[in-house]
């Protein structure tokens, strides 16, 4: 939905966008309580997620019958006028792909425009410093085929979302007079056709926030939504029956307004039929004043009032399980106080997972990028550093990742890799070996983990860790890895030590800000600053508790605890700050009241 200014067309919400959110101020934000519990990605269970996924009622399954949470975030970019995901012009995609794994996001919706069906080679990607090599040559779904197949074989789940019939603009219908109806089925089946037997995409999302004069059951069939969607839904399923079909909603039903695409209050009494039992989603857009003013952000029972308002339009699907129901988008800068409460609200809304398991709503947020003019994004303008307070607000409703692997035939995971042991150690390197792994198509690989960050990828059953601190601990698991992308459990851990004294805290410095504290838990933010003359490889902060503090989850580093004292590593995306620059990152903790710990920073 929500793009770059110089990329989208505002859209005219009549009697709901007013001039106050240029007076909005940045105001102080507090992490509900629960938002500590999860930032990092729940363990998953053996084969979540596994090969093509069905409904019954209100869940949606596995191809084991296991129940899954889509709880993910939208990647934009494809159906802009660069015709690719955005951010490539700075990172790999791999590393991106990666950092949302790690950040416990499990699925990734990715919009696209039509465009991209007519050869479109793709601009904004670097390749520079051997980034994005794989990519060069290729056209836009070549490259669309690459970003599905690197999330698959680490157990992300892909939903394709046709977001605008060209580059230029969203529109209100599904269709435009340069793109009619025909050409848009037709391009969704060949989507559907392109990834038949990749069970990495799970479904399509048919059309991005249908709004007015898009009605929903009016049987006029130049704008009823609702019978658009069985068209295409259908045409999609009889080439490729294993998808799941999502379908959003209108802007307005029987006179009542809200959120483009966010009103599925038509489903009571005119369900969607698809030829295909069990592969109807319906999905839900919904935002804060960021985006545009609402009358049930000024009721005087706000927040208190919003679940009856989310239960009108779309929540109600999912509470007298009809179906499952996917918060497609929802998002927000957080710079006002009524953003801060209605995200809170609404995370609260889409129940924990630690409560509810996988017996929840579906969604994913908007959006990773930073260059969502009205939202921002999870990641920061120099697309790397993650915002972890609004990351923060979604803890509670992220949920465990899928076995990887995204072929559809096999779902079965390498044996857990045993024997890890040092070798050698120098003031820069640790040397490891271990016992092979067995699986039933062979062992394709292995990825070694330096506390939570990937150290490093081994074809045999040996690896040298380099670039690291003098005189440091390290911690070591690794895992095993098909050809087909299905990971092992990690292996047991192992510690290492590299020789040296380490040369104290020259190199960097590391600050310490708590952004949040309710009591029984706080977040809190490091910034590492480069203070030599040339980019470091690898950075490391220690502190010693001077209470009884334990962490929870850390993001944009590896850590351990030992007693009272932690050491947090670079991940692998921000080792390298160039002299001068800094970088960061966050976790959670508890108890709350902890006082400032004294930073100890050394640059490798």
């Keep these: 939905m929500r793009h770059p200014p110089s990329l989208r067309v505002r859209r005219t919400l009549v009697a709901l966008l007013t001039a106050a959110l240029a007076a909005l101020v940045p105001l102080a934000v507090a992490v509900p309580a629960q938002a500590v519990a999860a930032s990092s990605p729940a363990p998953a269970a053996a084969a979540s997620g596994a090969g093509y996924w069905h409904t019954e009622g209100r869940r949606i399954l596995d191809a084991q019958n296991q129940p899954v949470r889509m709880a993910g975030i939208n990647w934009f970019g494809f159906e802009t006028s660069n015709y690719v995901a955005h951010g490539l012009w700075s990172r790999d995609y791999k590393s991106m792909i990666d950092q949302m794994k790690t950040l416990g996001y499990n699925t990734i919706r990715l919009p696209y425009s039509d465009d991209i069906f007519k050869g479109t080679q793709p601009n904004g990607i670097t390749y520079a410093n051997g980034l994005n090599s794989d990519l060069q040559g290729l056209n836009s779904l070549q490259v669309m085929d690459k970003i599905v197949g690197y999330a698959g074989s680490i157990g992300l789940k892909v939903v394709l979302d046709r977001h605008r019939p060209d580059s230029s603009a969203q529109s209100a219908l599904w269709y435009t007079s340069a793109v009619p109806e025909a050409t848009w089925i037709a391009d969704l089946k060949a989507l559907a056709t392109r990834y038949q037997g990749n069970a990495a995409v799970i479904g399509i999302d048919l059309h991005n926030e249908p709004h007015d004069p898009a009605c929903w059951g009016c049987g006029d069939t130049s704008t009823d939504w609702r019978l658009a969607a069985?068209?295409?839904?259908?045409?999609?399923?009889?080439?490729?029956?294993?998808?799941?079909?999502?379908?959003?909603?209108?802007?307005?039903?029987?006179?009542?307004?809200?959120?483009?695409?966010?009103?599925?209050?038509?489903?009571?009494?005119?369900?969607?039929?698809?030829?295909?039992?069990?592969?109807?989603?319906?999905?839900?857009?919904?935002?804060?004043?960021?985006?545009?003013?609402?009358?049930?952000?000024?009721?005087?029972?706000?927040?208190?009032?919003?679940?009856?308002?989310?239960?009108?339009?779309?929540?109600?699907?999912?509470?007298?399980?009809?179906?499952?129901?996917?918060?497609?988008?929802?998002?927000?800068?957080?710079?006002?106080?009524?953003?801060?409460?209605?995200?809170?609200?609404?995370?609260?809304?889409?129940?924990?997972?630690?409560?509810?398991?996988?017996?929840?709503?579906?969604?994913?947020?908007?959006?990773?990028?930073?260059?969502?003019?009205?939202?921002?994004?999870?990641?920061k303008d120099d697309w790397q550093t993650v915002d972890t307070v609004k990351d923060g607000y979604l803890a509670s409703v992220k949920a465990p990742g899928f076995t990887g692997g995204g072929t559809g035939?096999?779902?079965?995971?390498?044996?857990?890799?045993?024997?890890?042991?040092?070798?050698?150690?120098?003031?820069?390197?640790?040397?490891?070996?271990?016992?092979?792994?067995?699986?039933?198509?062979?062992?394709?690989?292995?990825?070694?983990?330096?506390?939570?960050?990937?150290?490093?990828?081994?074809?045999?059953?040996?690896?040298?860790?380099?670039?690291?601190?003098?005189?440091?601990?390290?911690?070591?698991?690794?895992?095993?890895?098909?050809?087909?992308?299905?990971?092992?459990?990690?292996?047991?851990?192992?510690?290492?030590t590299t020789t040296g004294t380490g040369g104290g805290s020259s190199g960097c410095t590391a600050t310490y800000k708590v952004s949040s504290d309710w009591g029984g838990g706080f977040n809190a933010d490091v910034t590492v600053t480069n203070t030599g003359t040339s980019t470091t490889r690898s950075w490391q902060v220690t502190w010693e508790w001077p209470g009884s503090q334990t962490i929870s989850a850390m993001w944009n580093a590896s850590y351990s605890q030992v007693g009272k004292t932690v050491t947090a590593n670079n991940a692998d995306h921000n080792g390298a700050i160039a002299a001068g620059a800094s970088t960061a990152f966050g976790f959670g903790a508890a108890p709350g009241g902890a006082g400032t710990p004294v930073l100890s920073c050394r640059a490798g």
């Design 230 to 379: 069985e068209r295409a839904g259908n045409a999609v399923l009889s080439v490729n029956p294993s998808l799941l079909i999502f379908v959003e909603g209108v802007q307005t039903v029987n006179g009542q307004s809200t959120w483009w695409g966010g009103n599925l209050a038509g489903v009571a009494a005119a369900p969607v039929r698809l030829s295909v039992a069990n592969r109807l989603v319906y999905s839900a857009h919904d935002y804060a004043t960021s985006v545009a003013q609402q009358p049930w952000f000024s009721d005087p029972s706000f927040p208190a009032n919003m679940p009856a308002v989310w239960d009108k339009y779309w929540g109600y699907i999912f509470k007298q399980n009809i179906a499952p129901v996917w918060l497609g988008e929802f998002g927000t800068t957080l710079q006002s106080t009524v953003d801060q409460k209605w995200l809170a609200a609404l995370v609260d809304y889409l129940r924990p997972t630690s409560t509810y398991g996988a017996d929840s709503f579906n969604w994913t947020f908007w959006s990773w990028n930073p260059n969502s003019g009205d939202t921002g994004g999870i990641l």
């Design 409 to 496: 035939g096999d779902s079965t995971a390498p044996s857990t890799p045993t024997g890890l042991a040092v070798t050698g150690s120098t003031a820069s390197s640790v040397s490891l070996s271990w016992k092979a792994s067995t699986d039933d198509t062979g062992v394709a690989g292995y990825d070694v983990y330096r506390g939570t960050a990937k150290a490093g990828e081994a074809t045999g059953t040996s690896f040298t860790d380099t670039g690291l601190t003098a005189g440091t601990r390290y911690d070591y698991t690794v895992r095993a890895r098909d050809a087909a992308g299905n990971t092992s459990a990690a292996s047991a851990s192992v510690s290492a």
